[in-house]
């Protein structure tokens, strides 16, 4: 019982209740952690055994190549990092203790400080579109780009946290239209960094596979090869592209008089119908989810260019699965993820009118624009929504628009009322 604090707070003259309460909450903690050190201490052997049996039911411990129980003997590195604490109120980390996976995550940040700062940037760019945010995000921004010269003039870039750090730098610069320069000198970082981890036979972690469904660029495509994750994002690539071309041949079949659209149209149903059977193959595995969600998407839109009255069901269903798949996705993203979210944008679309998978995406999209709304963002959502829906002429199909501009401009305004109506009514 040495161990252990007690408390009695009865007449203390200096604490208020809350704070009081504040108090014997932390010493209740305090005790609490204790205690399983001591148990750990006492009973080596049921510590193993429980570890052996938490590996065996969440594999996503491997995620990283951390020790599970280095992890468990060492710190919280939230504890005394103000700039952790800060990302986790940035919504840009989860808490370490949400589970052992983010946990991990927290330690490869905590472990560089240039993904610190790159983050940090990120987080403060988006939070607010106040001066003093949007500064901060510069000087962070800046921080971040000294640390990366730094370590490079040192040699020490062959860590997975540097590799992060780029990768953040790249997506930070992808966000911004006015930053595409800064986009190309960071895709190109990447590129040369991957290939100098390979030559000396350094792997890229798994979370890095997820991380390049983030953002395209066709050089990173090229670098990483077949490798064992490199052929999904492979796969992916080459469906993206056999989608863009898909779009151009409708696009032509529909504003080209002087064609025979039967042939063309031919033609378009065996492409969707192959690019329909590729999205489906790399949809098989289950055990990653980001690639389900991300297969799942691309036949949606597959769909949606090339819709049939025979798959109308086929596509809700579709949307369905969509659903359940993004719902068990890992990491829980920020706001403004949510809102520039493909997968949510796609299911809003593709779900059955009045539906409980059409309401569950619209709600990802109006409580993501509500947050950013509340945090000062004005319009800016209605836009960024109204940007992406407006990308491309024959997302018209998706609204079952006919006629000219107006018709199409009408249609677009419509559907961006649909989705954001729960948030003009708080408003």
Known sequence: MDDFVFLNTTNA????PEAAKRVRGHITKSNFAKRRQRIITENPDVNKENNKRNNKNNPSKNRLSTSTDVRAASSDPTRNNKDLQLLILLSCLNPPTTNPSEAEWVDLVASEQALIEATMAVGMRHWSPQPSWQLQADFRSSRALTSIIKQISWKQTYTDGFLAAIMTMAFGARLLPSHEQAWDVHVDGL???INERRLRRIREPGWFWDGLVLFWH?????VIGDSAGGLRVRQVAEICEGIMELRRSINQMYHTSHIDTRFVAEDIDK???RLREKSQKLGKSKKNKYVSATALTLELIVCLLWPTDSQLGYTHNL???LQQTTSQLPKMPCPYMDLTSCQFIIGAVAAEH???TKTWFVDKLTSAARAMQERGWSDEPFEILQRMLRADESLMGW?????????ISKGYEDMLRQILAPLKKGC
């Open 354 to 356: 009045g539906s409980s």
């Open 399 to 407: 609204f079952g628009i006919e006629g000219g501009r107006d018709g």
């Open 319 to 321: 949307a369905k699965d």
């Open 218 to 222: 066709r050089k990173v495509i090229d």
């Open 191 to 193: 590129v040369q960094l």
């Open 271 to 273: 492409e969707a119908t």
């Open 13 to 16: 003259p200096g604490l208020s």
